[in-house]
């Protein structure tokens, strides 16, 4: 079977250039495919893109649509920044994960889901200590899917049943936490069409208990012992 996906810098598609046709040194799509490779290579701030932007090779710069003397600034950057929407790109972002994951799910490839919830990180440095969010992970692409924020004097599992409704689950295998071991979400997962795989620990004393009987070793009968002579 053959897969299509389309190419990565398709996400940016969406976004309009707010620009003015004047003075423009580089296109839209340069900025932003010169900002993911930075990224790529680790770089961070707006600050260390530009000085990586500064020794790239000509030829690099070259099928960026950037001039071999010339590479992005800091403040260019920054202005860049300030523009996008998150939501805006993160929309997208999740509308081209969702395509490659249907290409992969229709393949065969990808079979399975991970649902989590994680804090964010060094939310709690900057004030949030309980900014959560509840993510689904392909176990094949090792990408999130969707995600979702869990709002104050809530948890996880209120949020479970939404993010479920967004993802494609026929055929797959769901696989989550013992939290999130739920009747109303094993109910969901199978009306999908999928599978799940939970954990099960002390938060749900009786379906322990039943679990452990079902798979216990049989004892042995008390049969009278064999007589060599």
Not at 19 to 37: A, E, M, Q, T
Not at 85 to 113: C, T
Not at 164 to 183: M, S, Y
Request: glycine content about 6%; hydrophobic content about 45%; charged content about 20%.
């Amino acid at each position: 079977m053959q897969i299509t996906i389309p190419p990565l810098v398709t996400i940016f598609d969406p976004i309009a250039d707010w620009r003015k046709p004047r003075g423009k040194r580089y296109s839209l799509i340069s900025l932003f495919n010169f900002i993911v490779l930075a990224m790529l290579c680790g770089k961070t701030s707006a600050r260390g893109m530009a000085r990586w932007g500064k020794y790239m090779p000509a030829g690099r710069k070259s099928r960026l649509g950037i001039k071999p003397h010339h590479h992005p600034s800091a403040a260019m950057l920054c202005r860049v920044f300030w523009q996008i929407k998150p939501e805006a790109l993160e929309a997208s972002i999740q509308a081209w994960v969702h395509q490659v994951h249907q290409e992969l799910v229709a393949a065969g490839i990808a079979r399975g889901i991970a649902i989590d919830g994680k804090s964010i990180r060094r939310a709690a440095s900057l004030g949030s200590p309980n900014a959560f969010l509840v993510s689904a992970v392909c176990h094949q692409l090792r990408i999130v899917l969707t995600q979702a924020a869990v709002e104050d004097k809530t948890n996880e599992i209120s949020c479970v049943p939404p993010l479920l409704e967004r993802l494609l689950l026929k055929g797959l295998v769901i696989t989550v936490d013992a939290l999130l071991t739920q009747r109303a979400i094993v109910r969901q997962i199978r009306q999908a069409g999928g599978h799940y795989l939970m954990y099960v620990k002390g938060n749900h004393p009786r379906l322990l208990w039943s679990l452990e009987a079902r798979f216990a070793q049989p004892q042995p009968r008390n049969e009278p012992p064999f007589l060599y002579f």
